[in-house]
């Protein structure tokens, strides 16, 4: 039987958030369209990331302030949580969204969805669904998946990633997770603040092994207070199976082998891209080291063959996926020279938030470039006194100019408060620009005032302040 052949001007593999944007994207542009994916539309922010996590997290964070009630001069109390309900809150959130995703959706925008594996037969064509597809350009589009440590023993032992943990309808008494990183520290209070006993190991010296140390012991004193253990600068070294439970095995600082048990085990180590049968090969496209070579352009190594989204990194973010979408968009059928922001703003969503924008003191280090830092408590603002939610700090990171180099947040709603640090950067401001706006009171957001308002205090020498003594007085004796 002979494969029935069609023409695009684009054809998109992957329908994930990078994929759905610069599918929709491309038609409104009057480009014809294809679309091919082989699960569901929506891809893991929708499934298995980004929407069901901080759903899970919100539900946690309700059943935590319950427990605060008294703090607040009220009374409640908590049923013991049941997961199977709470899951089934994150699945019905999921179905409310979903439709924003789904074939007919984007079919109605114009948009050809072809509901099968996609693998390159060639430069220019792609094979789906019985249909040759032939195009003037092509975009990789195809996501991430959880990376596996090789840990002796995983393989004979049943665990969890973020793929399958939210299918889980039983309780969970005793958590393991492997790994410190966003993932596994929000998943980690989560099921802390949801009744079940959690163990972090991670191999780095702190969790959150990219933040600075600061940021990283801030979150950490959240989640012993949320009494979860924290095991840093260690590495599983075996998982086994013993009757009903799971015996970790770990060295310690001290080099000496101990272990402790677990109902369940989780691993949060990262996600690597999902590159498997796509026929790269075929198609001429360049792989090094499991990674997809791409130019700022998002051009791989066939310039009609672009890349967007978690299969290319560096930030696996949603937010990153829709903003190289666009890049890819202007790039692939318009021709031009557009290249991604370097300005991009993280968070991981735990209780405090830990956001970031730029620099890092330690990233700044490595540079050889010459910062100052500037820090205040978020118990300063007053808003965070009325709330209860005092936890944190801000922190600046300037030139000797004054001029925004990075911002870092951690407390409430840090994730909201870091986009004012992110336009500064991408507007080059200087930390005099963030004081000199006004800042709602009472708003969290007068932390990022405060923060820049340290710059112009530390200014004030002692010589300058004499200075400025000996002017009052001289206007003071002619008055």
């Given at each position: ?12 593999l ?113 094979q ?33 990633t ?9 309780s ?81 600082a ?6 402790f ?78 290249r ?66 990075g ?70 004796a002619?008055?």
């Amino acid at each position: 039987m002979r494969m029935r052949a069609a023409d695009y001007d684009i054809c998109i593999l992957g329908g994930g958030a990078a994929g759905l944007v610069t599918a929709a994207g491309a038609a409104a542009l009057g480009a014809r369209t294809v679309l091919v994916e082989k699960q569901r539309l929506g891809g893991e922010c929708l499934y298995t990331g980004c929407v069901p996590s901080k759903t899970l997290l919100h539900s946690a964070r309700m059943a935590a302030l319950i427990r605060r009630a008294q703090d607040c001069g009220l009374s409640a109390q908590l049923a013991p949580p049941e997961i199977g309900r709470v899951m089934g809150h994150v699945a019905q959130v999921i179905a409310t969204i979903a439709p924003q995703d789904s074939p007919e959706h984007l079919r109605s925008l114009g948009v050809e969805v072809i509901e099968a594996p996609g693998r390159f037969t060639g430069a220019h064509s792609v094979q789906a669904g019985g249909c040759e597809i032939r195009a003037r350009r092509f975009v990789i589009a195809t996501g991430s998946r959880p990376a596996i440590p090789p840990i002796p023993g995983l393989e004979h032992v049943r665990y969890f990633t973020n793929e399958n943990i939210f299918s889980l309808r039983d309780s969970m008494p005793d958590l393991a997770i492997v790994g410190g990183g966003p993932i596994g520290v929000e998943l980690a209070q989560a099921f802390s603040r949801l009744g079940s006993r959690v163990s972090i190991l991670e191999s780095g010296l702190q969790i959150l092994p990219r933040e600075d140390a600061d940021v990283a012991q801030a979150l950490g004193d959240a989640l012993r207070y949320d009494g979860i253990r924290l095991l840093t600068g260690v590495n599983a070294e075996r998982i086994t199976q013993r009757e009903h439970d799971l015996v970790v095995s770990y060295r310690d600082a001290r080099g000496q082998l101990r272990e402790f048990s677990a109902t369940h085990l989780l691993t949060a180590v990262g996600r690597i891209p999902a590159l498997e049968e796509l026929g790269l090969e075929q198609a001429g496209v360049v792989v090094r080291n499991g990674q997809l070579a791409v130019d700022d352009r998002l051009r791989t190594s066939q310039p009609h063959i672009y890349a967007c989204g978690d299969v290319i990194g560096p930030c696996r973010f949603t937010h990153m996926a829709e903003h190289q979408a666009g890049i890819v968009l202007r790039n692939a059928l318009f021709h031009m020279r557009s290249r991604t922001s370097r300005v991009i703003p993280r968070c991981t969503f735990t209780d405090p938030e830990v956001a970031r924008v730029g620099l890092s003191e330690r990233q700044a280090r490595e540079r050889g470039i010459v910062y100052e830092v500037y820090r205040v408590p978020f118990a300063r603002a007053d808003r965070a006194q009325t709330d209860g939610q005092t936890q944190g700090f801000a922190k600046l990171l300037t030139d000797r100019r004054g001029r925004l180099l990075g911002a870092a947040i951690v407390g409430a709603q840090a994730g909201e408060l870091i986009h004012e640090f992110a336009l500064g950067l991408s507007q080059r401001l200087k930390a005099r620009d963030i004081s000199a706006c006004i800042h709602l009171y009472p708003a969290l957001a007068q932390i990022n005032r405060f923060v820049a308002d340290e710059r112009m205090k530390r200014r004030l020498t002692p010589a300058t302040r004499r200075w400025l003594q000996l002017l009052f007085r001289l206007r003071g004796a002619h008055v």
